[in-house]
């Protein structure tokens, strides 16, 4: 089982693509260094396991008929 993780910025919402933790917490690192030079890396990032979907898709099929 593969999990990918997308890392987010707490300054100022940049999101990274779906990479491994490593991967990812290297791109939110050289973000900071690069937007926010000085502030210590901080924000939140979300975890996909294979075989789910973004929720996007979930939202859509709710959408109920009258
Ligand atoms: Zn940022």
């Known amino acids: 089982m593969t999990a990918k993780f997308r890392y987010r910025c707490g300054e100022c919402g940049h999101r990274t693509r779906w990479l491994d933790d490593r991967e990812g917490a290297q791109r939110l690192e050289r973000h900071y260094r690069r937007c926010h030079p ?3 890396p901080g924000g939140d990032f979300e975890i996909r396991r294979d ?3 973004p929720g996007c898709l979930g939202v ?3 959408t109920d008929r009258p």
Do not use: K, M
């Open 60 to 62: 859509f099929l709710r």
């Open 38 to 40: 000085g502030v210590e």
């Open 51 to 53: 075989g789910q979907r």
